[in-house]
């Protein structure tokens, strides 16, 4: 998808990824499957927002096509000193359509830019989401277990 740009979330863009963070598929497969009520998702975003500002434990960015938001992609800091998680969407109207793997790539040409290492951990049944990261470059490299659920980790191999 080559009209895909990155630019960054603001408080503008907390309904739209609320709707995209907590729909069916999304919580399907994200390690809390519970939905976060409104208000806490307006002061996650309010920390985001703040600590984009400071660029160190987080940062996200909306995907827009057409000048049209599409989805986002999040890092957050792990412990380890330059490895960040990796987090994306896709507004479920545009699944399937190459947003995600599009939107992984412009990631990683930002984390390889600013010297940042990401890695995801994808839910063993998501294989949408195996496959976009795949494509966009990231290897399997553990399999491992959070509570019943298995989870695949990927770590960005730029070489
Ligand atoms: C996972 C997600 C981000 C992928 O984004 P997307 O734009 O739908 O994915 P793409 O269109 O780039 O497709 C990626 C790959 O999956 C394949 N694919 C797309 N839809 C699929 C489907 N329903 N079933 C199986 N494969 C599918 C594509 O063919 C492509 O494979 P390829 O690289 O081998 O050609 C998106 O589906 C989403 O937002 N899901 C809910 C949230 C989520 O799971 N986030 C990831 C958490 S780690």
Same mark, same amino acid.
């Given at each position: 998808?080559?009209? $895909?740009?990155?630019?960054?979330?603001?408080?503008?863009?907390? &309904? $739209?990824?609320? #709707?995209?963070?907590?729909?069916?598929?999304?919580? @399907?497969?994200?390690?809390?499957?519970?939905?976060?009520?409104?208000?806490?998702?307006?002061?996650?975003?309010?920390?985001?927002?703040?600590?984009?500002?400071?660029?160190?434990?987080?940062?996200?960015? !909306?995907?827009?096509?057409?000048? @049209?938001? +599409?989805?986002? +992609?999040? $890092?957050?800091?792990?412990? &380890?000193?330059? +490895?960040?998680? /990796?987090? /994306?969407? +896709?507004?479920?109207?545009?699944?399937?359509?190459?947003?995600?793997?599009?939107? /992984?790539? $412009?990631?990683?040409?930002?984390?390889?830019? #600013?010297? !940042?290492?990401?890695?995801?951990?994808?839910?063993?049944?998501?294989?949408?989401?195996?496959?976009?990261?795949?494509?966009?470059?990231?290897? @399997?490299?553990?399999?491992?277990?959070?509570?019943?659920?298995?989870?695949?980790?990927?770590?960005?191999?730029?070489?």
């Amino acid at each position: 998808m080559d009209d $895909l740009s990155l630019r960054w979330f603001t408080m503008d863009d907390a &309904a $739209l990824v609320y #709707h995209w963070r907590y729909d069916s598929t999304a919580t @399907q497969y994200s390690g809390d499957t519970s939905v976060t009520p409104w208000s806490s998702h307006v002061a996650w975003c309010n920390s985001i927002v703040r600590d984009q500002k400071t660029r160190r434990s987080a940062y996200m960015w !909306i995907a827009e096509s057409y000048s @049209q938001p +599409v989805g986002y +992609v999040r $890092l957050t800091a792990t412990s &380890a000193t330059g +490895v960040y998680k /990796i987090s /994306i969407a +896709v507004d479920p109207e545009m699944r399937g359509c190459g947003v995600g793997t599009s939107m /992984i790539k $412009l990631c990683n040409a930002w984390c390889d830019e #600013h010297g !940042i290492t990401p890695f995801a951990n994808i839910h063993n049944n998501n294989i949408t989401s195996r496959k976009a990261f795949m494509s966009a470059g990231y290897t @399997q490299q553990i399999a491992n277990e959070k509570g019943s659920v298995d989870y695949g980790r990927y770590i960005y191999d730029s070489t």
